[in-house]
């Protein structure tokens, strides 16, 4: 396979040697921003995004190796435009306060110290994204935030998508539920402020999710019990049924070995 490869990449150097000067930096440009983007090996711990599979929760919680997947530079460049404009709308929202807007961001790290939710800890702070483990549940997430807005706590979850997908939107995805659950669980605030932004021309619209205990136990807290005992079993546990869970899945060659 490694030898299939280096051929490859010799089949491209020579071809991108012949190429326009114009082409060949574009070429180079691209492969930069595709070497420096490949799979990491993820942590041991469950994450809000893949509650929606349980046997995507047990590869990973198993420490079992993703497939080794390189993203296209576009897609690659739509997430980072997406970072952008996470961390642009999070300090537009700190500032409404300098405007006497009844509105706070309120510092994930001093709630945690302060509230002391149930088994979270702050592991680290980068800008204004603050990643979190909760120790009970061994479940580690981003936060976008938490505001206090109009004397009401809310947890912030900043989303960008494409024009088609926010035209359409009407209320919370289903899997978005499932996260802002997982961010329920673990920060004890039962609204979440879910803020959706059409990347190509940055309107937004605006839903608030409240989270019951109900939703807590199925969406989270019982899937991450269901998970443990099949880890308990060495038992890989059955496909999930939704295929939209496979799309950008990296556990696909495992999966299709497990069958169904």
């Not at 443990?228 to 869970?245: G, H, S």
């Given at each position: 396979m490694a030898s299939i490869t280096r051929n490859i990449h010799r089949l491209i150097d020579a071809a991108v040697r012949v190429l326009p000067i114009e082409e060949s930096f574009l070429a180079d440009l691209t492969s930069s921003i595709e070497k420096q983007d490949e799979t990491r090996m993820p942590s041991k711990s469950y994450k809000p995004s893949s509650l929606n599979c349980i046997r995507n929760m047990y590869f990973q919680v198993t420490g079992v190796t993703p497939d080794a997947q390189r993203a296209d530079s576009t897609l690659i460049g739509i997430c980072q435009s997406g970072s952008a404009r996470h961390e642009y709308i999070q300090q537009a929202i700190a500032d409404m306060k300098k405007i006497k807007i009844d509105c706070e961001y309120v510092d994930v790290g001093q709630f945690v110290e302060s509230r002391k939710p149930k088994g979270t800890i702050v592991r680290s702070k980068q800008g204004m994204e603050t990643k979190c483990f909760n120790e009970i549940l061994n479940i580690s997430f981003l936060c976008d935030g938490i505001i206090k807005y109009k004397n009401q706590y809310f947890i912030l979850e900043i989303k960008t998508e494409s024009f088609y997908k926010w035209q359409g939107?009407?209320?919370?995805?289903?899997?978005?539920?499932?996260?802002?659950?997982?961010?329920?669980?673990?920060?004890?605030?039962?609204?979440?402020?879910?803020?959706?932004?059409?990347?190509?021309?940055?309107?937004?619209?605006?839903?608030?999710?409240?989270?019951?205990?109900?939703?807590?136990?199925?969406?989270?807290?019982?899937?991450?019990?269901?998970?443990?005992?099949?880890?308990?079993?060495?038992?890989?546990?059955?496909?999930?049924?939704?295929?939209?869970?496979?799309?950008?899945?990296?556990?696909?060659?495992?999966?299709?070995?497990?069958?169904?």
């Open positions: 939107r009407n209320q919370v995805v289903d899997d978005h539920l499932t996260q802002a659950s997982a961010y329920s669980t673990c920060l004890g605030i039962d609204r979440v402020m879910f803020l959706y932004e059409n990347r190509d021309n940055c309107a937004k619209k605006c839903f608030v999710a409240d989270i019951t205990d109900e939703m807590r136990q199925t969406r989270v807290i019982g899937k991450i019990e269901e998970c443990n005992n099949y880890i308990r079993m060495l038992t890989v546990p059955p496909k999930c049924p939704d295929k939209k869970q496979c799309t950008y899945c990296g556990y696909k060659t495992d999966c299709k070995k497990a069958g169904a």
